[in-house]
Every structure is written in C-alpha cells, then in structure tokens.
C-alpha cells in the first residue's frame, strides 16, 4: 500500500514535470520583424478520433483520484477496475511516455 501511494506520488510529478514543460518560452517580437508579412501558419485539425491510450489515461486518473480519496480500499477499487498493482504500474509507465496521454492524465487530475 505504501509502495502503490509513493509510486502515485512518483508519477504525478513525472507528470507535472511532462506537462509543465511542454510551452516553449515566448519571445518578444522587433519592430522590423512585427512589420513584416508572414505566411499564416497551417493549422493542425483536432484530431477527430482520440487514443485509445488517452481514452486510458482519463480512465486511470479518476481511478487515481478515487485511491486517493480512499486510500484503505486500493485492493478494491483495483478489483473494481479490473487491474492489479502490476498492471496498473505498466500503464501509468505507457501513459507517462506518450505525451498526449500525458497531458490528458494531468489534466484529468
């Protein structure tokens, strides 16, 4: 039980850390540049279909904040969701490399 509190602990920061550097600092802009045309820059469609990973990923945050909440029933809230410790482990660490899935976890938090 400690060992599964510590690796959600664990994760969340690896997490914040993904997410919390994921913008790229902002420049200000010269004059000579601001005056100049550019080409508008070709916008990327949201993706119409989301991952079956990032569809996992909101699922595993609201099973995390749910351990949270009721840290003595992790045995069933694992059993609720079908997972043991092991699986869960294996996919946080798939969530943590994928930076959609990532992002979706924090923000699920």
Do not use: W
């Not at 039980?1 to 920061?13: E, G, N, S």
């Not at 099973?63 to 003595?72: D, F, G, S, V, Y």
């Amino acid at each position: 039980m400690k060992r599964f509190t510590l690796l959600l602990i664990v994760v969340a920061l690896v997490f914040g850390g993904i997410v919390g550097c994921d913008s790229a600092p902002q420049e200000d802009a010269t004059v000579e540049e601001s005056a100049s045309v550019e080409e508008p820059e070709e916008v990327e469609e949201p993706a119409a279909e989301i991952s079956e990973l990032v569809e996992r990923a909101h699922e595993i945050a609201a099973l995390a904040k749910r351990i949270e909440e009721n840290p003595e029933s992790v045995d069933d809230l694992l059993s609720e969701a079908g997972l043991t410790e092991e699986q869960l482990e294996e996919v946080l660490f798939e969530i943590s490399e994928d930076p959609d899935a990532s992002k979706a976890y924090a923000d699920a938090r």
